[in-house]
Protein backbone atom coordinates (compact mmCIF):
# COMPACT_ATOMS: atom_id res chain seq x y z
CA UNK A 1 0.00 0.00 0.00
CA UNK A 2 2.58 2.81 0.91
CA UNK A 3 4.64 1.59 -2.41
CA UNK A 4 1.16 2.27 -3.89
CA UNK A 5 1.10 5.67 -2.47
CA UNK A 6 4.68 6.71 -3.59
CA UNK A 7 4.13 5.73 -6.77
CA UNK A 8 1.04 7.52 -6.98
CA UNK A 9 3.01 10.62 -5.07
CA UNK A 10 5.99 10.59 -7.13
CA UNK A 11 3.82 10.03 -10.52
CA UNK A 12 1.88 13.31 -9.35
CA UNK A 13 5.46 14.80 -8.31
CA UNK A 14 6.68 14.33 -11.85
CA UNK A 15 3.71 15.45 -13.89
CA UNK A 16 3.66 18.87 -11.63
CA UNK A 17 7.38 19.41 -12.72
CA UNK A 18 6.35 18.46 -15.96
CA UNK A 19 3.44 21.04 -16.09
CA UNK A 20 4.91 23.72 -13.97
CA UNK A 21 8.08 24.05 -15.76
CA UNK A 22 8.79 21.92 -18.64
CA UNK A 23 5.74 22.34 -21.08
CA UNK A 24 5.65 26.35 -20.92
CA UNK A 25 9.14 26.43 -22.23
CA UNK A 26 7.71 24.17 -25.37
CA UNK A 27 4.30 25.95 -25.67
CA UNK A 28 4.02 28.87 -23.99
CA UNK A 29 7.63 30.14 -25.28
CA UNK A 30 7.31 29.81 -28.60
CA UNK A 31 3.93 31.18 -28.49
CA UNK A 32 5.27 34.30 -27.01
CA UNK A 33 7.68 34.71 -29.26
CA UNK A 34 5.30 34.14 -32.36
CA UNK A 35 3.14 37.05 -30.63
CA UNK A 36 5.95 39.24 -30.66
CA UNK A 37 7.31 38.66 -33.95
CA UNK A 38 3.70 39.30 -35.07
CA UNK A 39 3.53 42.66 -33.40
CA UNK A 40 6.88 43.27 -34.50
CA UNK A 41 6.25 42.81 -37.85
CA UNK A 42 2.77 45.05 -37.47
CA UNK A 43 4.83 47.68 -35.94
CA UNK A 44 7.24 47.31 -38.58
CA UNK A 45 4.70 47.45 -41.88
CA UNK A 46 3.14 50.30 -39.74
CA UNK A 47 6.51 52.20 -39.64
CA UNK A 48 7.83 52.01 -43.19
CA UNK A 49 4.28 52.64 -44.19
CA UNK A 50 4.01 55.98 -42.48
CA UNK A 51 7.68 56.85 -43.36
CA UNK A 52 7.42 55.76 -47.19
CA UNK A 53 7.18 58.01 -50.44
CA UNK A 54 6.05 55.28 -52.32
CA UNK A 55 2.69 54.89 -50.87
CA UNK A 56 0.49 56.53 -53.68
CA UNK A 57 -3.73 56.90 -53.99
CA UNK A 58 -4.31 56.80 -58.03
CA UNK A 59 -6.84 58.96 -58.20
CA UNK A 60 -6.08 62.60 -59.63
CA UNK A 61 -2.87 61.73 -59.94
CA UNK A 62 -0.15 59.92 -58.16
CA UNK A 63 -0.10 61.37 -54.78
CA UNK A 64 1.32 60.12 -51.85
CA UNK A 65 -1.47 59.58 -48.45
CA UNK A 66 -1.20 61.93 -46.11
CA UNK A 67 0.52 61.53 -43.08
CA UNK A 68 -1.36 64.11 -41.22
CA UNK A 69 -1.45 68.00 -41.11
CA UNK A 70 2.39 67.88 -41.96
CA UNK A 71 3.53 65.64 -44.19
CA UNK A 72 7.33 65.48 -44.86
CA UNK A 73 8.17 62.85 -47.32
CA UNK A 74 11.22 64.11 -48.05
CA UNK A 75 11.89 63.97 -43.89
CA UNK A 76 13.56 67.66 -43.61
CA UNK A 77 11.79 68.14 -40.07
CA UNK A 78 12.50 66.43 -36.68
CA UNK A 79 9.54 64.84 -34.75
CA UNK A 80 9.65 67.46 -32.58
CA UNK A 81 9.37 70.31 -35.20
CA UNK A 82 6.33 68.70 -36.83
CA UNK A 83 4.85 68.03 -33.55
CA UNK A 84 5.22 72.38 -33.45
CA UNK A 85 3.61 72.93 -36.66
CA UNK A 86 0.77 70.83 -36.35
CA UNK A 87 0.06 72.17 -32.92
CA UNK A 88 -0.17 75.77 -34.73
CA UNK A 89 -2.32 74.32 -37.29
CA UNK A 90 -4.69 72.37 -35.20
CA UNK A 91 -4.98 75.48 -32.90
CA UNK A 92 -5.69 77.30 -35.68
CA UNK A 93 -8.26 75.29 -37.53
CA UNK A 94 -10.20 74.95 -33.51
CA UNK A 95 -10.32 78.44 -33.53
CA UNK A 96 -11.68 79.09 -37.68
CA UNK A 97 -11.94 76.09 -39.11
CA UNK A 98 -9.56 77.06 -41.76
CA UNK A 99 -7.43 73.76 -43.33
CA UNK A 100 -3.71 73.97 -43.80
CA UNK A 101 -1.50 71.35 -45.06
CA UNK A 102 2.50 71.22 -45.29
CA UNK A 103 3.49 69.13 -47.10
CA UNK A 104 7.66 68.12 -48.40
CA UNK A 105 8.39 65.90 -51.55
CA UNK A 106 10.73 64.67 -53.64
CA UNK A 107 9.00 64.40 -56.98
CA UNK A 108 6.02 65.26 -58.70
CA UNK A 109 5.49 62.85 -61.48
CA UNK A 110 3.51 62.69 -63.71
CA UNK A 111 2.79 66.29 -63.14
CA UNK A 112 5.03 69.03 -65.46
CA UNK A 113 4.84 71.73 -63.27
CA UNK A 114 4.25 72.48 -59.03
CA UNK A 115 0.93 74.65 -59.55
CA UNK A 116 -1.29 71.91 -60.98
CA UNK A 117 0.02 69.38 -58.72
CA UNK A 118 -0.50 71.32 -55.84
CA UNK A 119 -3.55 72.75 -56.59
CA UNK A 120 -4.84 68.35 -57.51
CA UNK A 121 -3.05 67.41 -54.21
CA UNK A 122 -5.14 69.83 -52.87
CA UNK A 123 -8.68 68.55 -54.24
CA UNK A 124 -7.28 65.41 -53.85
CA UNK A 125 -6.96 65.58 -49.85
CA UNK A 126 -9.80 67.82 -49.45
CA UNK A 127 -7.87 70.66 -47.82
CA UNK A 128 -10.70 72.66 -46.67
CA UNK A 129 -14.40 72.53 -45.84
CA UNK A 130 -16.21 71.58 -48.96
CA UNK A 131 -18.94 74.57 -48.27
CA UNK A 132 -16.02 77.16 -47.26
CA UNK A 133 -13.16 75.92 -49.72
CA UNK A 134 -11.09 77.45 -47.28
CA UNK A 135 -8.08 75.01 -47.36
CA UNK A 136 -4.39 75.96 -47.76
CA UNK A 137 -1.36 73.82 -48.40
CA UNK A 138 2.19 74.78 -48.57
CA UNK A 139 4.38 72.30 -50.77
CA UNK A 140 7.90 72.33 -51.54
CA UNK A 141 10.72 70.08 -52.50
CA UNK A 142 14.01 70.64 -51.08
CA UNK A 143 15.25 67.87 -54.13
CA UNK A 144 13.72 69.78 -57.11
CA UNK A 145 14.19 73.07 -55.20
CA UNK A 146 10.34 74.89 -55.76
CA UNK A 147 7.77 76.09 -53.52
CA UNK A 148 4.10 76.81 -54.10
CA UNK A 149 1.21 78.18 -51.90
CA UNK A 150 -2.55 76.86 -53.18
CA UNK A 151 -5.07 78.47 -52.07
CA UNK A 152 -8.54 77.66 -51.80
CA UNK A 153 -11.08 80.04 -53.36
CA UNK A 154 -12.48 80.65 -50.22
CA UNK A 155 -8.67 81.35 -48.71
CA UNK A 156 -7.80 83.22 -52.04
CA UNK A 157 -10.29 86.47 -50.96
CA UNK A 158 -8.14 87.42 -48.04
CA UNK A 159 -4.62 85.40 -49.08
CA UNK A 160 -4.19 86.82 -52.82
CA UNK A 161 -1.37 85.35 -54.73
CA UNK A 162 0.08 88.86 -54.63
CA UNK A 163 0.07 88.11 -50.77
CA UNK A 164 0.93 84.37 -50.95
CA UNK A 165 4.20 85.69 -53.11
CA UNK A 166 5.53 88.10 -50.71
CA UNK A 167 5.23 85.23 -47.53
CA UNK A 168 7.41 83.31 -50.12
CA UNK A 169 9.80 85.81 -51.46
CA UNK A 170 10.72 87.85 -48.26
CA UNK A 171 9.81 85.14 -45.38
CA UNK A 172 10.38 81.67 -46.73
CA UNK A 173 12.67 81.46 -49.41
CA UNK A 174 15.38 83.59 -47.45
CA UNK A 175 15.66 81.09 -44.77
CA UNK A 176 15.61 78.10 -47.57
CA UNK A 177 18.89 79.79 -49.00
CA UNK A 178 20.57 79.32 -45.50
CA UNK A 179 19.54 75.89 -45.36
CA UNK A 180 16.73 76.62 -42.93
CA UNK A 181 13.75 74.76 -43.50
CA UNK A 182 11.91 74.45 -40.63
CA UNK A 183 12.53 78.33 -39.63
CA UNK A 184 11.72 79.63 -43.07
CA UNK A 185 8.01 77.26 -42.85
CA UNK A 186 7.79 77.85 -39.27
CA UNK A 187 7.76 82.06 -40.19
CA UNK A 188 6.30 81.77 -43.15
CA UNK A 189 2.87 79.82 -41.70
CA UNK A 190 2.52 82.41 -38.90
CA UNK A 191 2.54 85.18 -41.31
CA UNK A 192 -0.03 83.54 -43.67
CA UNK A 193 -2.08 82.94 -40.28
CA UNK A 194 -1.80 86.94 -39.48
CA UNK A 195 -2.67 87.77 -42.61
CA UNK A 196 -5.36 85.93 -42.92
CA UNK A 197 -7.26 87.24 -40.34
Request: glycine share 6%; charged share 25%; with cysteine.
Amino acid sequence: MKKKILIITGSIGVLYMLLAFVLPKFVAAPFAAHQSKNVWTENEKDYSESKSSNLVLDSIGNFPLPMGYVSDFEKIFSERQISHLTKIITDYEQKTTREIAIVTISSIEPYGNMKDYSTDLANEWKIGKPEKDNGLIILFSKNLRQIRIATGTGTEQKLTDEICKSVLDNTIIPEFKKGHYYSGIESGLNQLILLWE
